[in-house]
């Protein structure tokens, strides 16, 4: 039974590579049969034909059929015609089309068809009285020629069709997938237990196949196509993950064929053997192929298909969950940390975060499919790539500050999984390990903090915000000690800053998380999602006060600790003497981080409470017309701010700013109510006005018109407060609430 297998297969295979050949064999012995048959039966036919239409078919003279051959010429030429120009005209975009074309049996039959019926039509008409066969030329010219023309039109439609580059890859997928769901029949795994060239054929044709759909995503530049390509090939590998437990054991051997791929030409011997042993060599073909189309796509700002991929990976990923297949799912992983990668490279070279913060989104998806399926190993692994490619980031991100950004988008998805694995109920002791490495995401090990932008460690640290928000979120879920590990983990950030900058700074964001909404003010590739945004916004005061209530404990230890500083930089300092001034790289990094953290510590015995000033009075202004007007700060309002603040305090930097805004902040939010606020900014414009000259109050005047025409929108509070502050100045300016979609202007 097995050899009768054996050659069953065998000579199914050979229809494959020899079709054209065999179509034209089926054709012609069905046509001679059909002439046999209709010579056979002519008699019968004919007498039907004479009884009732009085038409003799026996008689060639009294028909004619000196038409035929010129009508068979004309159907011929049009159908081939037709066929060779949208062959060669498809082909150049679709590179496989004729490769598929000369496999297709429809197209095939019908071909040989038209050709055999032609010839037929010539040789009849030379040959039918010598050979005294009427019957073949009545078959050939109202049976033939009658199909022929009848099937002409649709099978010209069919080849249009056909041709189309969505149908070309539909029809190589179907191949594949049919190939795939066939190796998996019995008489086909008894085949190729006993014969390595089925097997050899079978790898050959699902690779191959899947080669041609690489070739046609690499060739195609049509969206819609790159698409469907990627989709199909995603399909394709999660039928394989479904159906490869019932292949038998051989067809994972490694043949010449695998060996011989291109896609595996560069592998060591070792390699191999690790590749036949998980069985996976065409899963690793596939998700190297998708590698290769995410670096086309990246690279030529093909931003959707590129987010595509990643994208079908989490599909592909969620297949190996329900196939338990943890072999394949650990390529998953490896795929995406590859692609991670490739994205990080792109980033740094062409300062383009975009791809970036798709994958993340992506990648964070997966995750949550590892905790709705309990797979605490999975989670691990990939809080733990995060965290090394953040950390990644954060090192390299100061020649493209954009890709700060990443960093908070990945900790903003990581909020996500710690919310999921909340719900999922969790070990605490779990959670806590995987909320760790979430804090570790702004902080790199090893790094120096002095190297990276005041703004970005200080207030406009997003990456802190998002994590105070995840505080904010255990807060109201009662889990104190997990909020406490945030807290514990921002007092890090003392060791580098006073406790009065460290405290505007806290204040700073907390202050942000109570003002931003689920919103975000512009369009991005995740719509108007605001990552910032905490919805736990009545949880910020317990935040604070569990803040600054563990910050004393820490700071007497941060002191206690500054004279041990103090004898470590005597050591470098003295090494350095020793060395004529030179000091190696880690040694100055060491040396700075211990200036900075004694510099931040030898302000700590002054008074906390800092002296207010025309100068807050101006930011606590700026901030009114900002804030106070519509209880919302955009992204835009807060660099005019800032470039408004430096117009009046020119030597203003980051720190400075942030300490400053820190206390306008503060003092806005220890206020509380509206009327007192009012007060303030009613004192704030008396100050101001005594302080400056009337150049300068007309230059702030204009600051507050362009902070209120920077959100596109102009609240009539904003107009009030404008005019409120050029009536306390006796300004010679004239402001009125614009119409729709116009600025403010300030007229004479």
């Given amino acids: 039974m097995e050899k009768i297998y054996q050659?069953?297969?065998?000579?199914?295979?050979?229809?494959?590579?020899?079709r054209t050949i065999i179509s034209f064999v089926i054709v012609f012995m069905i046509m001679i049969f059909i002439d046999i048959s209709f010579y056979t039966y002519f008699e019968i036919i004919s007498n039907f034909f004479l009884t009732r239409f009085d038409v003799d078919l026996s008689n060639p003279d009294a028909i004619d059929l000196t038409f035929a051959p010129e009508i068979w010429g004309g159907v011929l030429a049009m159908v081939l015609g037709t066929l060779i120009i949208v062959i060669a005209i498809a082909a150049e975009s679709s590179p496989k089309l004729m490769d598929l074309f000369v496999k297709d049996w429809l197209s095939l039959v019908y071909v040989w068809f038209l050709i055999l019926a032609s010839l037929h039509a010539v040789l009849i008409m030379f040959y039918v009285a010598p050979l005294g066969r009427a019957s073949s030329s009545v078959l050939n010219t109202y049976v033939y020629l009658f199909l022929a023309s009848l099937f002409t039109l649709p099978y010209i439609f069919y080849i249009l069709l056909y041709s189309k580059t969505s149908n070309v890859v539909s029809t190589i997928s179907s191949i594949i997938k049919n190939f795939i769901k066939n190796i998996k029949k019995p008489m086909i795994q008894s085949a190729m237990k006993n014969d390595l060239s089925i097997v050899g054929e079978y790898q050959k044709e699902i690779m191959g196949s899947l080669d041609q759909l690489d070739d046609l995503l690499a060739f195609t530049e049509f969206k819609e196509t790159q698409t469907e390509i990627v989709r199909e090939i995603s399909q394709i590998i999660q039928i394989y993950i479904r159906e490869k437990t019932n292949f038998h054991n051989k067809f994972f051997l490694l043949t010449n064929i695998i060996r011989s791929n291109a896609t595996f030409r560069t592998y060591t011997e070792l390699q191999y053997e690790e590749m036949a042993d998980s069985k996976t060599?065409?899963?690793?073909?596939?998700?190297?192929?998708?590698?290769?189309?995410?670096?086309?796509?990246?690279?030529?700002?093909?931003?959707?298909?590129?987010?595509?991929?990643?994208?079908?990976?989490?599909?592909?990923?969620?297949?190996?969950?329900?196939?338990?297949?943890?072999?394949?799912?650990?390529?998953?992983?490896?795929?995406?940390?590859?692609?991670?990668?490739?994205?990080?490279?792109?980033?740094?070279?062409n300062n383009e975060p975009r791809n970036l913060y798709n994958l993340a989104f992506h990648y964070a998806n997966m995750i949550q499919e590892y905790i709705k399926n309990d797979r605490l190993d999975m989670t691990k692994y990939c809080y733990d790539k995060f965290k090394f490619y953040a950390n990644d980031i954060y090192k390299n991100a100061e020649l493209n500050p954009g890709l700060y950004f990443v960093v908070d988008t990945l900790t903003f998805e990581l909020k996500k999984c710690q919310v999921l694995i909340h719900e999922?109920?969790?070990?605490?002791?779990?959670?806590?390990?995987?909320?760790?490495?979430i804090l570790q995401l702004d902080k790199p090990p090893g790094y120096s903090k002095d190297d990276v932008d005041k703004g970005i460690l200080g207030g406009n640290n997003g990456t802190r915000r998002i994590q105070i928000g995840l505080a904010l979120f255990y807060l109201s879920v009662d889990k104190i000690d997990f909020a406490k590990a945030i807290a514990e983990d921002y007092l890090d950030d003392l060791a580098y800053f006073d406790e009065k900058t460290f405290k505007s700074i806290a204040n700073t964001q907390c202050f942000l998380l109570s003002i931003f909404g689920p919103q975000f003010w512009e369009d991005t590739d995740r719509g108007t999602l605001n990552i910032y945004f905490a919805p736990e916004k009545d949880q910020i005061e317990a935040f604070k006060e569990l803040l600054f209530s563990l910050m004393d404990k820490r700071l007497e230890a941060l002191q206690r600790d500054v004279k041990f500083l103090s004898l470590e930089v005597d050591k470098l300092m003295q090494k350095r003497q020793r060395q004529d001034g030179y000091l190696n790289d880690t040694?100055?990094?060491?040396?700075?981080?211990?200036q900075r953290k004694i510099a931040a510590r030898s302000g700590s015995d002054e008074d906390d409470s800092t002296p207010w000033t025309k100068d807050n009075?101006?930011?606590?202004?700026?901030?009114?017309?900002?804030?106070?007007?519509?209880?919302?700060?955009?992204?835009?309002e807060k660099d005019i701010i800032f470039d408004s603040y430096r117009i009046f305090v020119p030597k203003v930097n980051n720190e400075m700013f942030n300490n400053d805004f820190g206390l306008a902040t503060s003092k806005f939010i220890d206020l509380?109510?509206?009327?007192?606020?009012?007060?303030?900014?009613?004192?704030?414009?008396?100050?101001?006005?005594?302080?400056?000259?009337?150049?300068?109050?007309?230059?702030l005047v204009k600051c507050y018109v362009n902070i209120a025409n920077a959100d596109d929108f102009i609240h009539e509070n904003e107009v009030l407060l404008i005019k409120q502050a050029i009536e306390k100045w006796d300004l010679d300016f004239r402001l009125e609430k614009p119409k729709s979609g116009k600025k403010l202007e300030l007229k004479k």
């Fill in 7 to 18: 050659t069953l297969v065998k000579l199914n295979s050979l229809q494959f590579k020899y």
């Fill in 281 to 349: 060599f065409y899963e690793v073909k596939t998700f190297r192929l998708l590698g290769s189309a995410y670096i086309k796509m990246i690279t030529n700002d093909r931003f959707d298909i590129a987010s595509l991929i990643p994208a079908e990976m989490v599909d592909i990923g969620k297949t190996c969950l329900e196939a338990k297949d943890d072999i394949v799912l650990g390529h998953v992983n490896i795929r995406f940390n590859t692609l991670f990668r490739f994205a990080i490279k792109h980033a740094y070279k």
């Fill in 424 to 437: 999922s109920k969790w070990e605490d002791e779990d959670q806590l390990d995987l909320l760790k490495m």
């Fill in 587 to 594: 040694d100055k990094e060491q040396l700075e981080d211990l």
């Fill in 617 to 636: 009075d101006i930011l606590y202004s700026l901030l009114c017309i900002a804030f106070f007007a519509d209880e919302e700060i955009d992204e835009s």
């Fill in 672 to 699: 509380k109510t509206e009327e007192l606020r009012q007060k303030q900014f009613d004192k704030s414009l008396l100050n101001i006005k005594k302080s400056l000259a009337d150049d300068d109050l007309n230059q």
